[in-house]
């Protein structure tokens, strides 16, 4: 019961207000977030709203998030749902593969792969 | 691209694509060398929260309990152009984290199960669990060094695999080999060949 000091937990939870599950529709690993360009951004935002908002001004995928903010994912997930329930991001449902890829995308990827 | 010029609520994103690609197998078969070898970035690392009934903690009594737990992902990006990626993501070896899967393989568009074959059961579980939920893969043999080169025929007569499934042999070390094992993937997965 002793062998790990549940501050970093703590910290991360505090970070969410103690929710492990975002607000609202789910979301993909790889769901791109795109800041809403032009939004109120409120003055009491905290450093992680702030580095996403940043960060997602180019499209980002949820699992890039977690890697530029350091923070586990779900945690992300939680800062990301709040972001999107204040209008200030976007998070697109990637749509099924079958009909995402199509021919075009499916050329530039495999030319884009060869080009390595 | 200059996504800053669009207006608030509009679906900007469209036009962003990030391709899910799984690479599966058993512990240290290759999976994290095979990430780093063709990732343009650093493999990231990011770590998961959770607990170990393998449901996530959904209220503030799991802050205090101890089976909380981490358990870490490792991913790579390919970029194909801007706006267009492919995230190779290994899954995590471990048994009791299989439960993790099912949200890697949603909208995955193809995985690559990495086989060893002195431990070639330890692809089993992966094979299966593609197979059962009708993710596309490809079966690729890392050929390490001082491993004879092995027949994918008799691989394939192994694991049970369906004629149309491919069977590569490849270094996850080398560029070129993994590219290769992912174009076959790509073309499986979009072509069905």
């Known amino acids: 019961m002793t062998e790990e000091d549940p501050g970093p937990l703590l910290r991360l939870f505090g970070l969410t207000g103690g929710r492990a599950r975002p607000q609202g529709e789910a979301f993909d690993l790889v769901a791109i977030v795109v800041t809403v360009s032009g939004s109120y951004e409120p003055a009491e935002l905290i450093p992680e709203h702030r580095a996403v908002l940043s960060l997602c001004r180019r499209p980002t995928p949820v699992a890039d998030v977690a890697a530029h903010l350091e923070l586990p994912l779900n945690i992300t997930r939680v800062i990301l749902g709040d972001l999107r329930r204040e209008g200030l991001i976007n998070i697109e449902r990637p749509g099924p593969v079958a009909q995402t890829i199509d021919e075009r995308i499916y050329r530039e990827v495999l030319h884009g792969l060869r080009s390595l | ?193």
């Open chain 2, 1 to 193: 691209m200059d996504y800053a010029a669009s207006e608030p609520g509009t679906t900007a994103v469209a036009s962003a694509l990030a391709i899910k690609i799984l690479i599966a197998g058993g512990f240290g078969v290759g999976k994290t060398t095979m990430v780093g070898t063709i990732s343009e970035i650093r493999p990231l690392h990011t770590e998961e929260l959770l607990s170990e009934r393998g449901v996530g903690v959904d209220d503030t009594a799991g802050v205090e309990s101890k089976t909380t737990t981490t358990v870490a992902l490792d991913f790579g990006r390919i970029t194909i152009r801007d706006g267009l990626w492919l995230y190779l993501f290994g899954t995590p070896g471990q048994d009791r984290f299989w439960f993790m899967w099912d949200e890697l393989a949603v909208g995955a568009l193809g995985a690559v199960v990495l086989a060893d074959t002195r431990r070639l059961k330890d692809c089993f579980p992966a094979v299966d669990y593609f197979e059962q939920r009708g993710v596309p893969f490809v079966v690729a043999v890392n050929c390490f060094d001082g491993a004879r080169r092995y027949d994918p025929a008799k691989v394939r007569r192994a694991l049970a695999l369906k004629e149309n499934i491919p069977v590569v042999l490849c270094d996850v070390r080398r560029r070129d080999s993994v590219r290769d094992v992912l174009t076959t993937l790509v073309t499986y997965a979009v072509k069905g060949v």
